[in-house]
């Protein structure tokens, strides 16, 4: 039977091992941690309490504080992920030990950057879609940039509720709150769209696309009366070639809510931009006429992806207020 002491002891050789290494795996720092935590090791050195010790720790073998509680974070969930995994079957993951090791030299390693942002979505997304970004996680298929892009999309269907505090009961996404559920049918439309490419919109490759979500113009001096004043979910960006102007395909987003808005709507929109969208999932489209102006174009997405299923009907032409979304883009390219 192993005794506390036995446990001390085995803690203080894999420390003094990790101090050895010039290269220390961010998996095997966050389970020895985990360890400490757990078994108190560090009341046995005169600290006052564990963040104390990790504190001093971090000194010791050159590790930013923040990096050590990363790292004892993913670890930890990631320990919960692959029983979670392993329990139901569903993804062949590598135990902890395991996570790293005889990757694919073309594929990225497992940060646990990457392994943060998989915990905070587990509680934004639908199931089916959380297990194949797990995958993609783990298979070192899907960029940081990526992974964050997804979880800015989802995030405001948590409504704001977080995990933080003590006892505080870790909240997660209920698709039976029709506000959650339009709220993650929308987050859905948006990661397809910006997981599409420049063919969604352009006939052939242009000399120029960015997209761009949530983008509000800038309303500062603009003649849009207050209660008017929107956000357009996301903006396209589109130079056909080098002797062309710029394009703005201002494009809104709605979940199983939209139900047809009249034209002056779309009309003040479209003086926003060159060309309108309203993109969909394909489950609102069960709902009946969308009654669509014959100048706002549409797109559809579901699990596979997102289609255009109508251009926008009227040639290209800049709307009177183009310069106030070109103000909005820069003030968002600047953060402000």
Known sequence: MTTDNDLYDDIKKELAALKEMKVKPWMQVGLLLDKIDRSCFWNNQRASSFTDWLKRFGYVIN????????????????????????????LNSPPCNLLNINQEKS???????????????????????????????????ISRAKLRQTWEAYRPAMRGRTAQGKSVQ?????????????????????????NSGY???CNQEPCLYKLFPNVRPDFADSPTPFRNRFSFSAVAIVRP??????????IAIYGHDYFGSDDSL??????????IWLAIHRRTMALGDLHLPPHVGLMVADENGIKVVRTPGFPRQ??????????????KAMHV
């Open 318 to 331: 800049s709307g009177a207020f183009t310069g106030y979304l070109v103000k909005g883009l820069l003030l």
């Open 266 to 275: 779309w009309t003040e929109r479209k003086s926003y931009c060159d060309h």
């Open 63 to 90: 590790l930013k504080e923040a990096s050590l509680w990363r790292y004892l974070t993913a670890a930890r969930y990631y320990q919960e992920l692959h029983q979670d995994l392993t329990r139901r079957g569903e």
């Open 241 to 250: 070639s080098t002797t062309e102007p710029l394009e703005f395909h201002g």
């Open 107 to 141: 594929k990225k390693e497992v940060s646990p950057e990457n392994i943060e942002i998989l915990s905070k979505l587990v509680r934004a997304v639908p199931d089916d879609i959380f297990l194949k970004l797990a995958k993609d996680v783990i298979n070192g298929d």
């Open 199 to 201: 063919e969604l919109i």
């Open 170 to 194: 870790t909240p997660k996404i209920d698709l039976t709150d029709n506000v959650q559920s339009n709220l993650a049918m929308e987050a859905q439309v948006l990661t397809a769209l910006l």
